[in-house]
């Protein structure tokens, strides 16, 4: 090396003109990101986040943030964290009613009364949130040997964060919230590989063990007291499509799941068909017709190769 | 607009009534928040995650936090991390303990002693888990054509986290910590998908490849050189209970696993089954029985439909 | 308590023991940390973690961080955020390259401009990922009838995160970075649950459903418009061996799957097969041939237990 | 110790009966807090400091976040942090706004063009304050023997630091923002030491060097060339007070201080008092009349003590 | 250069030998590290921190975190704030009390209960803070024509800051806490540059205006009232030493400042000498001595140099 | 409100124009950011901070970070610190160097030597910078009544934090890097009002009490055992010129002040003058003479005004 500068002609290049590809191209190729993009903010993922873990702490208070709560402080911890869960929350499902309404943000008053309202409702139906999650906690307790107090399945299991999430995903659904509940289930997908949908009714005691790979449709209704492990679909055998080709939205098309029922890891059960009240479904089993009250059904049995 | 102030009565709405339900619903309904909410906080995820990440650069220095370490400087970076790790784990071990306790722990004196010894014990066995790691890493390499160099399976295989968080949560299992053995494995089931109970005993160069959905239960014991896939369940068949009904906890009730045996995706053995050493199960099966040594085991072909 | 200092000899014990055997298994063992562990910084987990963040918002401008943008910002937004980004990119790709390479990388010259074209070649491709990326995502949403809008499928499914992760590692990939491809995958991998290897090749309109637990291998082919569910591998049936019984690496081992084709959850294809366009493969089916286009294959039926 | 659970009465107290007491006296006392406080959300001191951080890096780009932009990449770095600045700053202002207003933000529509017209105007003055904080700097490295380029005092020296927060404030503190001016000033006050409200007029090429102590008035008005030092005061004599015995506000009440004037630390200047262009004022000196130019003031000698 | 390595001796060097200095001379010198050292740990700067805030947020409710309470919530965030403040604080008193205590701090009981009282008993005094730090506002606003209104003094204003923070460390100092006093008030030092010794007894409507370089010692008694400026000193004139020659500590040695006492800014006032009610006390000024109630005080003029 | 949609022109503005301003007056105005702008990475402020802190924590082992060090896990501790802190530290000195410097960073291989130089020999020198701090610790116990301790002094006292900054950036300065020690001593600087430039020479037990508005010149020499108090200056008294009037830079300019001297509050020293051992200052002396050994100074005395 000899101390002159080096031909550094190479090192360096230039991005404008990939700048400048890369906003042609979302210009060109479809009106996917052209609707909304420039017109106001998404509801935020670190935001929706938070109100999580704000309604977890206040439907299991102590478990976690401040968790040596008593009586006294239990009443001022509920309400301050409440008070900003629900704050977060009014902005989120704004921003996700404007996701789908053209009007001006600003100028949106109806927009904002509907909001308002609709997180008063959800405030409300929390309580029964709270009761159900009870009864699924018990029911994971009572279900898995290895649990050896109820608390840890609080502080532990997936399959409970999966079911707070849905049940929370579910309450917002039902008020017709747009993108939260889907943005609260994939928040528990990601964690867990627990995926349910949103629109799934699901009854008391439910409990979901290990968990991943489970799938639960939209339109599925599974009766109390039922338990499934991981692996098992409860999904659509076909997509009924309109004259046009295109899909038909919102029809019934997953398993109806009576009371008592037991999915073993791995089944599959597709299509509007109806699993009988106290059925066991063992694992890896392919079903897509319906089967009567206190079925036993396993898979074809395996044999050696030669 | 006209400038007159639009009545707002609908904009606000009272959150104390809710937070009374939740307060009342939370005494109300069980036991389980209300036996340990008001006594001493649980152990923290947050800090088990740095207790993990600690473990993990010591049991393979280089690899995370300073990566260029030298022979002179890595006795420093190791006796450093070790004692920072050592002391947090005595915390969240006594938090454990205490869990369990009905004692106050601010004068819990012998749980003090107990959590110490607990924690002394637990980093003498660190060098043994290091070896055991060690062939699991040496089986990664050997047994993915996809993976170019043993250190890429330390950086980058799911199944290696799974199996580090393993061999650390089992020790901890085996000196009868509560709770954060399950919190260890729970940590590694949330980012791999492989959900290894704490209490499965596994030996050397063991290796899961790709591993979603992988469930190892509680009792499993594991041998020499095995090798699994993702979607494998090693599970219990049946939970006894005793004459009042409820779970026997404890019994022996997973697969029992020989040396040297391959399980393809998606199987799924269930019970106190033995799959003898060197045989191979292939994709998909359901298997509830033990078979032999050097036993080849293949699912029921598929067929076209009409 | 009497005031006298109590016997605290069992409260303290020393870690320099264990640190040095956590050292001294580190240099006996094996080879596979002194190899490169004293040399140079491995990519940084949180820098990659960055980089994709800040690729998928010049791929999907307005769907992360700034959500308002408009057509005079955007450029502003999409050249600041390349421009980070391709900084960052260079350094990583700088150390995976020095991550298989011996020569000191203070005086690794060629290996600098190696990095820069490198680095530049994969910016130039960005356009060409941003328009397979837009047709993905109308697939999404044609393929699922739960999805309100095409951007819901943009903001909240894991599959399209995976197939965004597998184009950006996939060019990566094919200009023969080390190391980076399989952190990308992995990140989406840990994220979904969905494991698709950098080197599969993958064509237009492609949408993974659920997507846990789906692998699909290192020499897979895919065809144009295809539709997976989660749960399904493609993978490798066997891996052959070279004389001295190593792994023969990067033989075609996985399957072609031609244009048109349905794979629903859990379906299990293994080996160099052909599984011929239009073709649908049911759920939990186990296939190790090749299938002529339009076939249609399902699973042996369970059925009642006696 | 006897392992009875000791008496535990004193370890826990009510905190309910201050928590009474806290909000009972915040009713009580005054209207200081009960005017606004139910309302409507402060200017967030994090959010100010992120565009103070912002404006910086658009004022002297490339030294701070990214360091090393080209002519090329420049223009996208300023654009983007411009833009995120402004649109922050549009939130900051129309609360400051709503800080001193009674009618509801909802509704507020005027406030909301008054916001959007004052950040425009706020956005067109930059490139004159560019102009000015250039000559500042130019000031600073011919006005300190220490300094070794004119980089080095954009980079370390306080005196920029707080003559650019001055320069940005005033121009808000111009077009009658409330409350932020003061933000802004007060951010550089506590980093600094130096004290400048936003009010005070200063012409080019200002510096203050070490600074700590500098206090500059309201209604200062500041010629160009000025130098000054740590400790001095630019302060008011007395202040006027109306009929009623209240402070009358905004009345002309600092100094006005000629072009190419030094002042010397711990200088203390007082009242609406003229000092003459190119004087220089002795370090410690009080004044509380006016000098004509060219004057050259000192303080009285000291002498020793016997 | 011909693809030789480059000769690296000059690259590395080993920091053994300056580890083992480092350590030496921490033995060697002196007993000022040794005897804490390795005992327990020291008050966490970063806990007082957020202790401040949360204090601060009590006493000023709707300044800072959440801002729009209203009367229904504001119970839920002054109760849970306070709950977690109090919390914290029971933490850092007892390590304050261990670090000056020399009895192993696990078996330490006297200590735990005393630390609970101490807590309690400062908690019992907010409401008095809050009164005295109700009339600091009142004068901010009143004393400073530049202010608009007096929210803004407690929102921007370092005065009100260090006054807040004074209050509270000074009931802390009353308590006989160790450390934290001295903590709380060097962080206000830190961000005002006003330095006021938590022993210092300050009356109602206290207002220090700019305020850096204020210096207030421990010894010093102020009345009602009183307004101060910045860079004035009430300090020490001499420190009595006994017959050893160490300083003799808590002597009254400071100023007693009267009620209605005015100090303008750089005044310096030593020794316990008495400042008579309604004094006004010129910049710069020099005093050592006591003056009469009513007195004016100002410092020797200036005069034109040659 | 009617339901149109509302004139929104006012709403928005564009912003290009004034990017474009900004851009051009970068370019157009003068030298000081174009130089170095477009280059490289200036050292970066948070990483210095990190330094720092690390610096720190070595030279007083269990004041910071981990504070239950006990002899065994010292070494541990102190070499994984200073190991990181010299890793960085050669980093932030590179591109001191580089600021400075024409040659293109990649290429500029005697920059790296002597950048790895200049780290070791600074570290080299840590033993005794620590030595000395030892001394100014002492001298803060032994100053100040209030003081209980001398950890006290570590712990909480500005002017051990400004001395501590000072003693590493003037080891730094002697080794001629540049930019870093202006950047230390600024650092102390804006924590405490202590500005003390990185050329100072002091001596042992310097002792600064309260400290804000120290300001102490880059020539200075200070004796040992020297005591200062808030407000202190020791500057230069005038920059004497070369022929074409520039600064002179690096000409001794400022006091040298003996041992044993004490200087109270503001007291203002200037020019190259020398104080003369035992020499007591009072406060707000103005001092631009030299005096003998154990001359007493002091104010002209202030009077009261008529």
């Not at 979302?26 to 990101?33: D, P, Q, R």
């Not at 679909?233 to 029922?261: C, M």
Request: proline share 5%; aromatic share 6%.
């Amino acid at each position: 090396m000899d101390g002159r500068r080096p031909d550094t002609s190479v090192r360096e290049f230039e991005i404008t003109p990939i700048v400048e590809a890369l906003c042609a191209a979302s210009e060109g190729i479809a009106s996917w990101n052209a609707n909304h993009g420039g017109r106001q903010a998404l509801p935020s993922r670190e935001e929706v986040a938070r109100i999580l873990d704000d309604l977890r702490s206040v439907l299991f208070p102590g478990y976690s943030g401040v968790s040596d709560l008593n009586d006294e402080t239990m009443h001022f911890h509920v309400g301050a964290v409440l008070d900003r869960a629900q704050r977060s929350l009014r902005e989120q499902i704004q921003r996700a009613f404007c996701f789908h309404c053209t009007l001006d943000p600003a100028y949106c008053v109806g927009c904002h009364d509907h909001t308002l309202e609709t997180t008063h409702r959800f405030l409300q139906r929390l309580p029964r949130v709270r009761h159900l999650l009870a009864t699924d906690v018990i029911a994971a307790f009572e279900g898995d040997p290895a649990a050896s107090c109820a608390e840890e399945t609080v502080f532990c299991y997936p399959g409970v964060l999966a079911i707070t999430n849905h049940r929370i995903a579910h309450e917002l659904h039902q008020l017709e919230v747009p993108l939260l509940p889907r943005m609260i289930s994939e928040s528990a997908h990601a964690r867990t590989g627990i995926d349910v949908h949103p629109g799934a009714r699901i009854g008391e005691k439910f409990f979901i063990d290990h968990g991943t790979g489970v799938v639960i449709g939209e339109t599925c209704e599974i009766g109390d007291r039922v338990r499934i492990y991981q692996g098992v679909t409860l999904g659509a055998k076909s997509f009924p499509r309109d004259a046009q080709g295109n899909l038909t939205k919102g029809i019934p098309r997953h398993p109806i799941i009576g009371d008592d029922v037991v999915i073993y890891a791995g089944a599959t059960i597709l299509g509007r068909v109806t699993i009988g009240s106290g059925s066991v479904i063992g694992g890896n089993v392919w079903l897509t017709h319906s089967v009567p009250p206190r079925s036993r059904i396993s898979q074809a049995r395996a044999w050696e190769s030669k």
